[in-house]
C-alpha cells in the first residue's frame, strides 16, 4: 500500500522568501512517482513538479524544486521567491508502479504568503 | 488542447435524487480516473479505467455509486439515490504521464 504524508497543515511565509512544505511516503514499489499540485481557493488542480524515483536529480520546474531524499522517503516541495498568488492548498502525491497508475494524495498544506 | 472537461460545474439536487456527472479526458489519453475531495476525507480514488477498462473500483462507497466509460472520450459517474454526505467536489483526471485534471463539479446534496 501507499501511503503519503504531509504534517503541516498550515504555513506562512513573507513574500520573497523561501518556503519548504514537507512531504513523506511509503510505497513497496521500487519504481514510483512523486508529484506536487497546487490547489487555489478557485479550486482546480495545478501540477507544479514531478520527481521520478530513479531520476539522478533534483527536479526543478522555475521557482519550484523538489528535494528528493530517496532514502529518507522524503520529497518536499522548495518554492523560492514566494509571492502573493502562491496562498494555495498544496498537495503531494505519489503514482506507484506502472505509469497508468493511481494518485495517492497526502491530506495538504495550506500556505499563506504575507506581504 | 481543451483539457479534461467536466460537467456540470455546479449541481444541487435534492437528496434522492439521481446524479450524473460527466467528464470527457484530453484526446490519446488511456487512463482516466474519478477523485472525490471533502474537507473530511481529501482527495480519495474511487475508480479508475485503463483504455476504457475499470481497473480499480474499491474507492466507491457503496452500491449507490456507478461509474462508466462507453468509449475512449467520455466517462461518467452516477449516485441514485443521492446524499447529503455525497457533498463534495468530485474531479476526473487523466493521463497517461502527468495527470491533468478537470474543473471538477461541486456537487450540493440537500
Known amino acids: ?115 | 488542447d481543451a483539457g479534461v472537461i467536466q460537467s456540470p460545474r455546479h449541481e444541487v439536487t435534492e437528496m434522492g435524487q439521481e446524479v450524473t456527472l460527466r467528464c470527457k479526458p484530453i484526446s490519446g489519453h488511456n487512463s482516466l480516473f474519478w477523485y472525490r475531495q471533502t474537507m473530511m476525507r481529501g482527495l480519495e480514488l474511487l475508480i479508475y479505467f485503463n483504455n476504457n477498462v475499470p481497473i480499480d473500483d474499491s474507492g466507491m462507497p457503496e452500491d449507490r455509486f456507478s461509474a462508466k466509460m462507453p468509449n475512449a472520450s467520455f466517462s461518467t459517474l452516477k449516485i441514485q439515490p443521492s446524499e447529503p454526505r455525497d457533498s463534495a467536489v468530485y474531479f476526473c483526471a487523466s493521463s497517461p504521464g502527468l495527470y491533468t485534471f478537470g474543473s471538477g463539479t461541486r456537487l450540493t446534496v440537500v
Request: contains cysteine; glycine residues 10%; proline residues 3%.
Open chain 1, 1 to 115: 500500500a501507499q501511503k503519503i504524508t504531509q504534517t503541516q497543515p498550515g504555513m506562512f511565509v513573507q513574500e520573497k522568501e523561501a518556503v519548504t512544505l514537507d512531504c513523506t511516503y511509503d510505497t513497496s514499489d521500487p519504481s514510483y512517482g512523486l508529484f506536487w499540485y497546487k490547489q487555489p481557493s478557485s479550486g482546480e488542480m495545478i501540477f507544479l513538479i514531478y520527481q521520478g524515483s530513479y531520476d539522478q536529480q533534483n527536479a526543478t520546474e522555475g521557482r519550484y524544486s523538489l528535494n528528493f531524499q530517496k532514502a529518507r522517503k522524503s520529497a518536499n516541495l522548495v518554492i523560492s521567491a514566494s509571492q502573493l498568488g502562491d496562498s494555495a492548498m498544496y498537495f503531494c502525491a505519489m503514482r506507484g508502479g506502472t505509469s497508468y497508475g493511481k494518485l495517492t494524495f497526502g491530506q495538504g498544506t495550506i500556505l499563506t504568503v504575507h506581504p
